[in-house]
């Protein structure tokens, strides 16, 4: 078989990971890589930014090989490298960095793959278009040379975010966060800076600015103001009474994933003896943002740490829930549950928490609740109305969820993900309609094409971590 592969991220890297750790390779001949960038590996989200954009996961969770901190080992083995950034247990590395890593894994899982007698090809130049030719896939490029192949794995990476409040092409409005080196340097000192969403993307902008020794005021103009949970990374917390066997037996049919991952919490607290009244909090109470941030802060900084286990081992699960809801429950969950959910399951670290919260304190920075319009007045500046009023920007960050169609995508990308959508045109919560079957990870349309993270949104709830990627590569490798 001719294996094509189009992407230049750490999804390449894991799922080639994966076909070496659970295939023999033997019934691949070649292995085509279309990348855009000339480094395979670090992609968008880790590539050569400033040294303060950090990891969301402590380095002893970074393994692309599942190993336990493989990371950790990598950097040690690199004197250099450990110079220069902390390469403890607990603390966060640079994304930059681990970027490096993933080059360097790249390289590492290649050459054990050729040696395997596989023939790799490396083109640097994007895929453009693919066409179909007696059961084969062209895939055409930016230079016109063509290949074909039988199977294709679309690891494209993310689409650009929803544009809510229609500003593209304003000036002072900046659509493209990353990397972050040279976006803030269209910020000037003492700008007013609005961040649409409240996210891990809008947080870091706020740290990174605010570290960097911003003046102006900065403003997150959120809907509903749910500011990530805060991580405690400190002393892994091990279950005794509980294990995943156990766990995916006992899920019943639902519609409400949130509901029923705090069920399945309480059923694991109850049984490890755990105190549960803290996690009610963040789905049950009514604090301002600013109060539940506070609160977040005082758990993680009291060594509060079964959480994070917990919702580890309740990961899998969170997902065959999600596979259960019909599709119009899962899209009243998106609807009413899924901020909060999200903010939940994505926590910040402790420090980037300690950041805002002393901005906030000292008014610099501002979280906006039931933002309504964001706009551009007549003095050049950007009106954002919301519950409490209108607050004025000189610069818009847009860090909003991102676009579920495929106008999403960069137009060859789009033209790619049409070439196989079944019902063009027609709004459905999968990118384009895609469909995938959860055994193979490929398209239920065309079996011979796999789809692997952004590009799977919402056909899978958990996505595009690390986490979620290996998950994905592990099921569509085990079925090429
Ligand atoms: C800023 C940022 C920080 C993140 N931090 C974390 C984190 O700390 N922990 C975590 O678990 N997850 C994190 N994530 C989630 C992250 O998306 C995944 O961990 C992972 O990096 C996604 O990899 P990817 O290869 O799918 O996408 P990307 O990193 O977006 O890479 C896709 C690559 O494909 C290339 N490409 C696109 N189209 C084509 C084409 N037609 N032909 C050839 N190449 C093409 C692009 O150039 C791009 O480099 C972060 C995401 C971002 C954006």
New binding site residues.
């Given amino acids: 078989m001719e294996l094509g592969i189009?992407?230049?991220?750490?999804?390449?890297?894991?799922v080639l990971n994966s076909i070496l750790k659970n295939t023999t390779c033997s019934n691949i001949s070649s292995i085509t890589?279309?990348?855009?960038?000339p480094k395979i590996g670090?992609?968008?989200?880790?590539?050569n930014?400033i040294h303060k954009?950090?990891?969301?996961?402590p380095n002893s969770s970074?393994s692309l090989k599942n190993q336990e901190s493989e990371y950790i080992k990598w950097c040690q083995r690199h004197p250099l490298l450990s110079n220069t950034i902390q390469v403890k247990k607990h603390e966060?590395s640079p994304?930059k960095i681990?970027g490096r890593y993933?080059a360097y894994t790249f390289l590492e899982t290649m050459s054990e793959i050729k040696s395997k007698g596989v023939e790799v090809k490396i083109?640097n130049?994007?895929?453009?278009s693919i066409d179909e030719c007696k059961g084969k896939y062209i895939v055409n490029?930016q230079d016109s040379s063509q290949k074909t192949v039988n199977k294709l794995i679309?690891?494209?990476?993310?689409s650009k975010p929803k544009d809510f409040y229609n500003l593209a092409n304003n000036q002072g409005y900046i659509a493209s966060?990353?990397p972050?080196s040279e976006s803030l340097y269209r910020i000037l000192d003492k700008d007013r800076v609005a961040i649409i969403g409240s996210g891990?993307?809008a947080v870091?902008i706020a740290k990174s600015l605010l570290e960097g020794g911003h003046k102006g005021r900065i403003f997150m103009a959120t809907r509903y103001g749910n500011l990530p949970r805060v991580r405690n990374a400190l002393a892994e917390y091990h279950l005794t009474h509980t294990n995943m066997e156990i766990l995916t037996g006992e899920i019943s049919d639902s519609i409400n994933i949130a509901r029923q991952v705090y069920k399945e919490i309480y059923k694991i607290a109850k049984k490890e003896h755990i105190e549960l009244e803290h996690f009610k909090q963040h789905f049950l109470s009514r604090l301002t943002p600013e109060e539940r941030l506070s609160h977040s802060l005082l758990l993680a900084n009291s060594g509060e740490n079964t959480l994070e286990t917990i919702l580890k081992i309740l990961h899998p699960n969170i997902e065959k829930i999600w596979q259960k809801m019909s599709n119009r429950q899962a899209a009243l969950f998106l609807d009413k549950w899924e901020r909060r959910f999200r903010s939940f399951m994505n926590p910040m670290p402790i420090e980037t928490a300690n950041t805002l919260k002393k901005a906030i304190q000292k008014g610099q920075l501002v979280i906006l609740s039931g933002t309504q319009s964001i706009n551009k007045n007549r003095y050049d500046e950007f009106d954002i109305r919301h519950n409490k009023g209108i607050s004025f920007a000189d610069k818009v960050y847009n860090a909003a969820s991102p676009e579920y169609e495929s106008y999403g995508?960069?137009p060859?990308?789009k033209k790619?993900l049409e070439r196989f959508s079944p019902c063009k045109g027609e709004h459905s919560m999968y990118f384009n309609s895609l469909s995938i079957d959860p055994s193979t990870g490929s398209l239920k349309s065309n079996p011979d094409i796999y789809l692997?993270?952004?590009p799977t949104a919402n056909f899978y709830y958990l996505t595009?971590?690390?986490?979620?990627?290996s998950r994905q590569a592990n099921i569509i490798s085990k079925s090429l």
């Fill in positions: 189009i992407g230049d991220g750490a999804s390449v890297v894991i890589i279309y990348a855009a960038r670090p992609g968008r989200a880790y590539q930014d954009a950090l990891m969301n996961l970074l966060y994304r681990f993933i083109f130049k994007p895929a453009t490029r679309l690891g494209f990476g993310t966060v990353y972050l891990l993307t870091d995508f960069i060859s990308n790619i692997i993270g952004q595009n971590s690390l986490e979620a990627l």
